[in-house]
């Protein structure tokens, strides 16, 4: 029996199965993502989505979908489904869905009078290439499938308008036929396993409507052009498989490339194998480079993320090896203090002051879990020391140390923190000053380097660096706490104290270099655990507080009203589990446990098999965000390691 199930009975309720949504991906940072019956609703759906190096730095969405008809005595039943203008669903093939799943692959059966078809879909794991299995499972008479192809190619952050200057040209390639619509891109090489006949009738399909960007108000209506039809014929129990793909491929290799590329899954048949799948999904490689993409199926490969996400996709798993492919990666990548996002233009460098710091975040998990900080030291330190002393200096860009050792950072126009909303043009969570998490991420950087730096021998960096640290927990505790309220400030500006109660504490308590007394931290772990733990996640915001906003809906603007307000993020549980670990041991795992089995619900609602980037602060819970977020799966099997070393 299939772990991941869906209620057959509700697939044929759009408002079940819309929702639902499918990715796959490659490791060249590809993939194919759309809703459970084949749906788009988003821009970022589609069957072939990749790289096209010869156009921009983007991601290209080419191949948006591909309808069949099964065609019986000429009489055509078409499966495919499309949701047009003022939401207009045509055709509705839907209705002929019988089963679905997605272990160990993607597949929905159709049937249609006496026919019944089987289609099996992934994702190449080393090529971009997608490819769909056919099986007729069971037909009284001469059957012949009908395949249309919906061509966009566009960059998946925009959408495509009807023209006349698409190249509507197509050639002959074995078992099929290859295009490209426009200079610059690559050829999709669209083949099967059987020869099939080909005609060429190009026409152009109007306003498919996309219900996810409609509703975040973005530009949502799509022209698509459909170059022809491929029409097979099939027999029972007979499999074709058509591939579509930017290289050719021999078709007579196609079968055993599918069933290949079936082995080679992590198989979706428990809890753990979902999040340990989704892990392996968020790797990249690119050009010898390997990158962690934070969040699909919008996201690029982000710096705060990246560092966040690491010990969980890799360490807490045993992969040491991929967890320094990507260290090494983003230190090549650096431009003085501040490592750079992987995204396009201004978007390649964002500074983010936290971004630096959490790289010794990454580092101290290798040596707790690894126990090798001499090779951390050997490798890295001179990068550890450019970036503390350039912190210290005021030389990286809006932040700098003051006297008191703690770390001041801030602009009024642009975010720093993790908390980075814009709302006209202004961070909607201003917190210019001294942040609470960084300051505490600071003292661990520090201290880090100076345990490191002990083991080693290093005296020069340790007659550096020790007094500051020394002097550090004294003036952090001064700034951020005060009895009264019980737990820390957020931010600090001059005389002003934010006692707004937001997650970003737990990060001080779960400080393992004693930045704050065990008192303290257990004050701090209470709070949090009141206020703002939720079965997917802290909430960002207090729901005590007036400014709390917990529904993340309606317009972008909406959204990121809400983006830092009260919606509840999953990566956050991560230092909270460490935090509480810390403070109860074996005494704590069992509520470390429950907070990990609650997310197995969500293994079947908004990205199937994975955890999405967040949720509304409040029940019912839902998923919102990217719907396979690398930090929320870090997080969960983070907390999935702790709990197991102590079984």
């Not at 498919?208 to 960007?213: H, L, P, T």
């Not at 930017?246 to 079968?255: D, R």
């Not at 650096?334 to 460098?349: H, I, P, V």
């Amino acid at each position: 029996m299939s772990y991941l199930k869906f209620d057959k009975e509700q697939l044929v309720n759009l408002g079940y199965s819309l929702p639902r949504e499918l990715l796959r991906t490659n490791r060249a940072g590809s993939y194919s993502s759309t809703t459970i019956i084949g749906c788009n609703t988003r821009k970022y759906h589609g069957l072939v989505i990749t790289a096209q190096p010869g156009v921009d730095k983007g991601l290209h969405v080419l191949l948006s979908s591909l309808d069949e008809t099964v065609i019986q005595h000429d009489a055509e039943f078409n499966l495919g489904i499309h949701m047009f203008k003022d939401e207009v669903f045509s055709p509705k093939g839907h209705k002929y869905i019988i089963d679905l799943g997605a272990d160990p692959i993607p597949y929905v059966v159709y049937r249609v009078g006496g026919v019944v078809l089987k289609k099996e879909r992934l994702f190449s794991t080393s090529q971009n290439r997608f490819l769909t299995k056919y099986t007729l499972v069971d037909a009284h008479s001469k059957t012949t499938l009908r395949l249309r192809p919906f061509l966009a190619f566009r960059n998946r952050h925009h959408v495509m308008k009807a023209n006349n200057y698409a190249d509507t040209r197509y050639f002959p390639i074995d078992n099929g036929i290859k295009m490209r619509l426009y200079e610059g891109y690559d050829y999709l090489n669209m083949q099967f396993s059987k020869s099939p006949e080909y005609v060429h009738n190009p026409d152009w399909f109007y306003d498919f409507e996309y219900s996810k960007d409609k509703e975040r108000g973005f530009e949502c209506n799509e022209d698509l052009l459909v170059p022809g039809y491929f029409d097979i014929p099939i027999t029972k129990g007979e499999s074709v498989v058509f591939a579509a793909g930017l290289e050719e491929i021999s078709p007579s290799a196609l079968k055993r490339n599918f069933a290949n590329e079936v082995n080679k899954r992590t198989p979706r048949d428990s809890y753990k194998n979902c999040l340990l799948n989704s892990a392996d999904q968020f790797i990249t490689k690119e050009k010898g480079k390997t990158y962690v993409v934070a969040g699909y199926p919008w996201l690029g490969s982000w710096v705060r993320d990246t560092f966040i996400a690491l010990p969980g996709l890799t360490l807490a798993r045993g992969d040491e090896k991929t967890f320094m492919q990507v260290i090494d990666t983003m230190v090549s990548d650096m431009d003085g203090a501040f490592f750079l996002n992987k995204g396009t233009g201004s978007e390649s460098y964002m500074p983010t002051v936290d971004g630096s710091l959490w790289f010794f975040y990454a580092l101290r998990w290798y040596v707790d879990i690894i126990g090798d900080g001499e090779t951390i030291w050997k490798k890295y330190n001179l990068v550890m020391r450019n970036i503390l002393s350039q912190f210290r200096r005021g030389a990286a860009e809006g932040v700098r140390m003051l006297d008191n050792g703690l770390l001041w950072s801030g602009d009024h126009d642009k975010p720093l923190t993790w908390m980075d909303a814009m709302v006209n043009g202004k961070p909607h969570t201003p917190r210019r000053g001294l942040a609470v998490e960084l300051n505490a991420l600071w003292y661990d950087a520090i201290s880090l380097c100076l345990m490191l730096a002990r083991e080693a021998g290093d005296d020069i960096f340790k007659e550096e660096w020790e007094t500051f640290a020394a002097s550090i927990p004294d003036a952090f505790r001064e700034a951020f706490w005060d009895e009264k309220y019980g737990y820390l400030a957020d931010f600090v500006d001059g005389d002003y104290k934010d006692w707004s109660v937001r997650p970003n504490m737990i990060i001080a308590a779960a400080s393992p270099f004693g930045l704050l007394p065990e008192e303290i931290r257990m004050q701090i772990v209470n709070r949090v655990q009141c206020d703002l733990l939720t079965p997917r996640g802290l909430r960002t915001l207090s729901p005590n507080d007036k400014a709390y906003h917990s529904s993340y809906k309606g317009v972008q603007y909406d959204r990121d009203l809400a983006f830092h307000q009260g919606t509840s993020w999953p990566w956050l549980l991560g230092p909270f589990a460490e935090a509480y670990y810390e403070l109860y041991g074996e005494g704590g795992i069992s509520t470390l446990n429950d907070i990990y089995r609650k997310f197995e619900d969500d293994m079947q609602t908004h990205g199937i098999g994975s955890i999405s980037q967040l949720y509304s602060g409040d029940p019912p819970w839902e998923a919102g965000g990217t719907i396979s977020h690398a930090s929320s799966v870090a997080a969960l099997l983070l907390i999935d390691f702790l709990v197991s070393k102590n079984k």
